[in-house]
């Protein structure tokens, strides 16, 4: 269900997420996900599709970053929604240069204010913020 006046991207941002969150539950590959929901008839939004493959296709980087600036926080530990959002955000922060950085990084904490724990959004403002701040650093 999304909110009367979200956004195209806010949407397909959603639904990226929803997909990621599917296959890592599932232990599966996001492309496979996607690919059901192509076969069960399911409209699937372009930047949806541009969002989870690079995740994907960046997911081990993305780790990586996540893993080394998540202050006492392991991805293991953290709620998958979390997770999720915060490979959404740092994507797009580090890889899609047609989003502004406090975009990616507030679309990120509204995805995981509507669909996470109430401590959530503190915590991926936090790690988002930070590394925004320090992303020259960070592109490889």
Do not use: C
């Amino acid at each position: 269900m999304t909110k009367q006046g979200e956004s195209t991207r806010s949407k397909a941002r959603r639904r990226a997420l929803e997909v990621l969150f599917e296959a890592d539950q599932r232990a599966v590959d996001a492309a496979e996900v996607l690919q059901r929901r192509d076969e069960d008839g399911a409209a699937v939004n372009p930047y949806t599709r541009e969002v989870v493959g690079g995740v994907s296709t960046h997911a081990t980087q993305l780790d990586e970053i996540l893993t080394t600036y998540a202050q006492g926080w392991t991805l293991d530990r953290m709620p998958a929604v979390d997770r999720a959002a915060l490979r959404i955000g740092l994507w797009e922060l580090l890889f899609n240069d047609e989003i502004p950085d406090a975009v990616a990084v507030d679309e990120a904490v509204r995805l995981v204010r509507e669909m996470s724990t109430p401590e959530s959004p503190d915590f991926v403002n936090g790690l988002l913020g930070r590394l925004q701040r320090i992303k020259p650093t960070l592109i490889l």
